[in-house]
């Protein structure tokens, strides 16, 4: 999905459906409101004019104007989709309003959130540590760009896993049915929305770290420095286009808070380029420096205490990482917190000792299953499933009605025969993952996770793809974690929680605004000339 | 060449045909939503097995019978195999058919051998076995153009106008499930046609943007990839068929591939690479190789010039080694190898279906043994054919 | 996006236009009398009741009959007519088919002329395997809508012609910027299949048709 939006990765994508079908708004207006009949003409120039056939009056012709939202909410193309990102969301919007800050009255406050990913991508292109990547980033923005403050995403990630996991124990309590599914991939969010709608009812609405962070980092730094959250541009490292889109969706409560909490997204493949396009104003490397030299920094936390607001909470939750799946662990924190859960509602029974975590595998790696025992028997289970095939499998499973055929008289009767026939093999009936029947679903639509996100920089030439996806896997491993729910006190949990409603107090806003995203079913476009263009065979 | 027999299958256009590889079963597809299985029998007159409708909302473009259980070379023994059909559909679905173990199957215990080979057949090529809907397979964006399955019957591909292969993997004992293994992206526009080879898991397929690709799964993480592409034809590719490793002309180190094309011609194309790899590949171990190893192809020739239209199918004979084409222009071309690469036309028959276009042709083995011709065509016939 | 593509086409007065009606009273008649009932087969409303069957989970082999029973007086018309067919009745056929967004024919928007169409008649047998040519010209180079008007005139031609007929659609040279790439389209006959399938298409199609003297 993010192929598309990249044109890049080759293996997984959702090819483009019809073509735009943006309705034009009447923005002109005519005088005195009243709508004449009226012709389009070229003049002189090539310029559109529309001249009114009552009175002949000519009135120049504004351009359509397509915003990413608009390309959100249309169940059209998504490939002019890119043009738009290319325009709203790119490393030259960026050095364009970085530039326009130095030479204009207006000042902005520039503040950067840098994901996980993305640092252990930049840190295997440049061949260094992670930590010593974290410190080229932030001399990067703060010495050279000017930025005032600089964050990791943990703080929003940790937020977005004890949100996410609270959701699903909920629901799990109240007994929806069927599995809850992540919505933390906006690629993912997309293809769903606009073409299986019917597992919206199935989606988490926890926002994804990337947004929480921007609505946190916005508030701080605005109160910190006395000035309104409009000044404020918030650039976000992320390791995928669709993040893109993800920062462009309109706040469902905007009225509390204005957006957005995400001003520009950048991949890590764009940073590179914005500074080897201005190597002679910016450097990551400082210059006549031989990388494998630079020394590892005796402490980050000074280094990263300098640069986030002085009320981030505690700075080791700016940027270190999480147990889990390279993609952020949300299937592994659920089963963590299932396991809390359980034992704070009876102590006496749920024994730390009798619960035990097993992993199922799927058909493929990017599919498999991590169940939650107790004392042998099954309490929970979630699952992860990576990659735009493995979503066809699940969604196609999801589907209402279509169980039937899974049920299909004939095809048990086969199986029954296929038994008697293979008396002898009684394990016929091998574990394979089954996400459809998991209480829960982390969703990337990229193969391998967000560890392998369309924005992250390709290996050179002589390396292969596998290796190099390796060696950022150990890169991103490599970074610190923190405990959240597998530590025995969840001390980390309650220490968070505590402070995010604190924060709710202080800013006045709802709980509802920072943690929760929303969805929408696509319409299919009803409009006559829309159909007249659109329709491609 | 003389008509055998012409049956007047469908009241709209006869897409597509094919034959079962051990049963003298023949399936159709056509634009009035149906598909219609025979029985390849002269004596009795060719007659209706049954009927497929219902199911599809718009055409069925494509049918193909799923191979016996295990493959033709080593069939599963211990279970009689169950013929089933796959239908694709201009509805962007496609159907899996099949039918019921006959009753009368477990009363055989103790007969001969050869008797009871004999009696499987009869009873499961009857109008008596009831076919049924066993699976409907939903993913593709718009109209569905072929399906195929893989020689062991456990892998199905489709293609479709939205410029994807689709790969689905199911037990093809009981059908129950089709999860899709590989999306495959490489062709640049609608996908025509796509083919396995009939004895190893290499597939083919044949696009309107003039090429045929190649794909194989790597050996180390199971990952389809795209393995080879044909250029050469100057127009839309229709069709491609493998030569079958047991055909006469085949050789071992030699895997060969005919194509139909827009373009007029038909083209044999061949890859002798079995082992060796791309200089770019050369360079590093092997410990390294992420794609699976690329295939080096050529044309080996244009087969002689006899299609004033576009040809739209082309079938390679198992068992006489034979090529035959047809098109537009209503002609059934057949050619024959004569000595090395050199191919010479043995049998023409021009208006095979009247005025109309001929979409496909097939070679298949009537009951008692003989090599035919089928073809169907725009009338809604199909022909059945002898040299 | 409801803007024409083309505001300012250039057009023909009807009475400019080639015609044979009048050289022959009484075959015109006949021709009427046949092109009526044709007419009233391609109409929209026809065509919706048809739609609306299908939509209601009926296949409706009754209304498929009704189609092809439709296309059937077509033929017989055409098997029943003496003189070969030529340039002037291909161009009798498709010249009141009306453009997708102009309230005006393809002859009035010379989009469709008398001299861009070619007929091949195979001279040995009247059963033989014909070809017309046609060629189109869009009002204006990036017409949008090219394919559809040519799909309009393929759809017509071949629900009308015997089925001996190849046709053979392509745009003018040099009045298209994505020529090649429509006439490829165009000449797909399994992508025009496709699209007679395609609701939405054929409701525009028949619109387009509706006019057809």
């Keep these: 999905m993010s192929a598309i939006l990249s044109a890049d990765d080759l293996n997984d994508f959702i090819s483009p459906g019809v073509a735009c079908i943006k309705p034009v708004q009447n923005v002109s207006g005519s005088k005195d409101g009243q709508q004449d009949e009226v012709e389009i003409q070229i003049d002189q120039d090539g310029e559109p004019l529309e001249v009114s056939k009552a009175d002949g009056e000519a009135s120049k012709l504004n351009p359509a104007q397509i915003s990413l939202s608009d390309c959100l909410a249309c169940s059209g193309c998504i490939t002019s989709a890119e043009e738009v990102l290319v325009a709203q969301h790119s490393h030259n919007e960026l050095t364009r309003a970085l530039e326009e800050n130095r030479t204009q009255q207006t000042k902005k406050v520039f503040v950067a959130s840098v994901s996980h990913q993305s640092r252990a991508s930049l840190a295997g292109a440049y061949g260094v540590s992670v930590a010593v990547m974290d410190k080229l980033l932030i001399d990067l923005f703060v010495a050279q760009m000017g930025f005032t403050h600089v964050v990791g995403t943990s703080l929003g990630r940790s937020l977005s896993l004890i949100y996410e996991a609270q959701n699903i124990i909920d629901r799990k309590t109240r007994g929806v049915s069927g599995p809850t599914l992540s919505s933390v991939c906006p690629g993912w969010v997309l293809y769903a929305e606009k073409t299986h709608p019917y597992v919206i009812p199935h989606m988490s609405d926890v926002k994804s770290p990337q947004q929480i962070t921007g609505c946190l980092l916005k508030s701080l730094v605005a109160r910190e420095l006395g000035i309104s959250r409009d000044n404020i541009y918030h650039v976000s490292i992320m390791p995928c286009f669709d993040k893109k889109l993800e920062s462009a969706r309109p706040e469902k409560y905007d009225g509390e808070l204005p957006s957005p909490d995400v001003d520009c997204v950048l991949t890590p493949k764009e940073l590179v380029t914005l500074i080897e396009e201005n190597t002679n104003i910016y450097s990551l490397i400082p210059p006549h420096t031989d990388i494998t030299k630079l020394p590892q920094p005796a402490s980050m936390s000074n280094i990263y205490k300098q640069v986030a607001p002085k009320t981030w909470p505690s700075i080791e939750l700016a940027w270190a990482s999480n147990e889990g799946s390279s993609s952020g662990g949300y299937a592994y924190h659920y089963l963590a917190a299932l396991q809390l859960h359980l034992m704070a509602s009876d102590p006496s029974v749920y024994n730390p000792q009798e619960f035990e975590l097993v992993t199922v595998g799927g058909r493929n790696s990017d599919v498999y299953e991590m169940r939650l025992l107790f004392r042998k028997e099954k309490v929970g289970s979630a699952a992860v499933v990576n990659g735009f095939k493995n979503i066809q499998n699940l969604v196609r499973r999801l589907k209402p009605s279509k169980s039937t055929v899974s049920s299909n008289p004939l095809a048990n009767r086969r199986r029954a025969r296929l038994a008697k026939a293979n008396k002898s093999d009684d394990s016929s009936d091998t574990d394979q993952a089954d996400p459809s029947k998991c209480d829960y679903v982390e969703i990337m639509a990229c193969p391998n996770g967000c560890i392998n996100g369309g924005g992250q920089i390709s290996p050179p030439g002589d390396v292969s793809a596998k290796e190099w996806l390796a060696s950022i896997i150990d890169r991103y491993r490599s970074i610190e974690t923190i405990s959240l729910f597998d530590s025995p006190d969840a001390r980390a949990v309650s220490d968070i929680i505590h402070w995010s409603s604190q924060f709710i107090d202080e800013f006045n806003i709802s709980e509802m605004r920072l943690s929760k995203t929303y969805f929408n079913t696509v319409e299919k476009p009803t409009d006559q000339a829309a159909l007249l263009l659109g329709t491609k065979w | ?387 | 996006m409801s803007d024409p593509i083309n505001a300012n086409p250039v057009v023909l007065d009807v009475s400019q236009l080639p015609t044979r009606s009048k050289k022959d009273q009484t075959e015109a008649d006949f021709v009427d009398q046949n092109l009526v009932r044709n007419v009233l087969s391609l109409s929209f409303l026809e065509r919706k009741h048809y739609e609306e069957e299908e939509s209601a989970g009926d296949s409706g082999s009754d209304s498929d009959m009704q189609i092809s029973g439709d296309e059937s007086v077509c033929v017989d018309y055409f098997e029943e007519e003496e003189e070969e067919i030529d340039a002037q009745e291909i161009f009798d056929l498709i010249s009141s088919i009306s453009d997708p967004e102009h309230p005006l024919t393809l002859a009035q928007l010379a989009v469709v002329n008398l001299n861009d169409i070619e007929v091949k008649n195979d001279t040995r047998s009247k059963n033989s395997i014909a070809e017309v040519l046609i060629k189109i010209t869009p009002t204006i180079t990036h017409c949008s809508l090219a394919t559809l008007i040519g799909l309009g005139i393929r759809v017509r031609l071949e629900r009308c012609l015997p089925p001996r007929y190849r046709i053979n659609i392509r745009i003018k040279e040099n009045t298209h910027q994505s020529e090649n790439q429509i006439n490829k389209q165009l000449n797909d006959k399994e992508r025009v299949a496709a699209a007679c399938e395609n609701d939405q298409l054929l409701g525009v199609i028949s619109q387009m048709l509706s006019t057809c003297k």
């Design chain 2, 1 to 387: 060449m003389k008509l055998i027999k012409s049956i007047k299958s469908h009241n709209e256009k006869a897409w597509c045909l094919s034959q079962h590889q051990t049963l003298p079963l023949l399936a159709t597809a056509s634009t009035d939503k149906t598909s219609i299985i025979y029985k390849l029998s002269a004596a009795s007159d060719f007659p209706v097995i049954a009927k497929l409708e219902d199911s599809h909302k718009r055409s069925v473009r494509a049918v193909q019978f799923k191979p016996p259980l295990g493959g033709e070379s080593e069939p599963v023994s211990d279970i009689l195999d169950l013929p089933a059909l796959a239908c694709g559909s201009f509805d962007s679905t496609i159907s899996i058919w099949g039918i019921e173990e006959p009753d009368e199957l477990r009363e055989l215990d103790g007969e001969d051998e050869q008797d009871i080979q004999k009696i499987h057949k009869t009873l499961l090529t009857s109008p008596k076995s009831e076919w049924s809907l066993m699976a409907l397979i939903e993913g593709h964006e718009s109209e569905i153009k072929s399906v195929a399955w893989n020689y062991q019957g456990n892998l199905l591909a489709s293609c479709s106008r939205d410029k994807t292969i689709w790969i689905w993997e199911t037990d093809p004992e009981t059908l129950e499930e089709f999860d899709c293994i590989a999306v495959l992206n490489d062709h640049s526009q609608d996908i025509k046609h796509v083919t396995w080879h009939p004895t190893q898991n290499l597939l083919a397929s044949s696009s309107y943007d003039d090429t045929v690709r190649l794909y194989k799964q790597d050996e180390d993480d199971d990952e389809w990839a795209c393995v080879g592409i044909l250029n050469g034809h100057d127009g839309t590719v229709w069709c491609s068929s493998f030569e079958h490793s047991s055909s006469p002309g085949s050789s071992e180190e030699k895997v060969r591939l005919v194509s139909a094309s827009d373009d007029k011609t038909v083209r044999i194309w061949s890859s002798t690479s079995k082992e060796e790899g791309t200089t770019n590949s050369e360079k590093l171990p092997s410990s390294l190789k992420s794609q699976p190893k690329e295939m080096v192809w050529e044309e080996e020739t244009v087969l002689p010039i006899a299609h004033d239209y576009p040809v739209y199918s082309v079938s390679w004979s198992k068992t006489s080694g034979r090529i035959a084409s047809v098109g537009s222009d209503g002609n059934i071309v057949v050619y024959k190898e004569d000595g090395m690469k050199d191919w010479i036309i043995e049998d023409k028959m021009s208006y095979a279906h009247g005025v109309f276009e001929v979409n496909c042709v097939i070679w298949c083995l009537l009951e008692d043994g003989e090599e035919a011709l089928a073809t169907a065509g725009d009338d809604g016939s199909v022909n059945l054919w002898r040299l």
